[in-house]
């Protein structure tokens, strides 16, 4: 009698931790999570970015290649390749499966020919000589998807993108400036230009949306 009394305790008190316990991860500690992203800075929805008339145009953390048709003036600047390689497409834009990890690595000659070919293709785009195209123009990030790229990127394109939107380089010159950010804490990673809010920052906007 004794045995199956204390047995019975065990067992409800083993059922009042699980139930306890499930309330508690399950259910309250998520929506405490979810709380607090949804009025932290705006990342738990992606961070989207919009263009003056309102539409979401890309996200601050996720760089997106923006891309004309060919032949078309080019009146953007361009991020950094995708982190990843397929073995058909030195650039692959807009196909989020070349952000993926690889293993191409120094001495892949895949790798090789792709970085070899981006600096021709780009600093015939830029009117600049293949030596002036700095490394992350032909380069991906660690993440594949990066955002940013490096002022001297964005130097070289000036000249481009003044001449199609009509502006004077050093207007141009000025907006990169407002748009690059400087080092974390002063110290961490190196200066860089977010390549979408510069976009915008030249009036460039979303074709259409609802």
Not at 166 to 183: F, I, K, N, P
Request: charged fraction near 20%.
């Amino acid at each position: 009698m004794r045995f199956t009394i204390g047995f019975v305790k065990q067992v409800w008190a083993g059922l009042l931790v699980l139930l306890a316990l499930t309330v508690i991860l399950g259910v309250i500690y998520p929506a405490a999570v979810w709380g607090v992203g949804r009025i932290s800075s705006g990342s738990a929805e992606g961070s989207p970015v919009r263009d003056t008339n309102g539409c979401v145009v890309g996200s601050r953390w996720v760089g997106v290649d923006p891309q004309v048709e060919s032949g078309a003036p080019d009146p953007f600047f361009h991020n950094r390749v995708t982190g990843s390689v397929s073995d058909d497409d030195a650039f692959a834009p807009g196909d989020p499966a070349t952000a993926l990890p690889t293993n191409q690595g120094p001495s892949s000659e895949i790798l090789a020919a792709f970085v070899t070919e981006r600096r021709t293709v780009i600093a015939e785009r830029e009117g600049v000589r293949p030596d002036q195209v700095p490394v992350d123009a032909v380069t991906g990030s660690g993440s594949g998807i990066d955002p940013h790229i490096s002022p001297a990127y964005a130097a070289i394109q000036v000249p481009r993108v003044a001449a199609v939107n009509g502006l004077g380089e050093e207007r141009v010159r000025q907006l990169v400036d407002e748009h690059t950010e400087g080092r974390q804490l002063g110290l961490l990673g190196a200066e860089r230009v977010n390549v979408l809010e510069l976009n915008l920052a030249l009036g460039l906007t979303a074709p259409s949306c609802d």
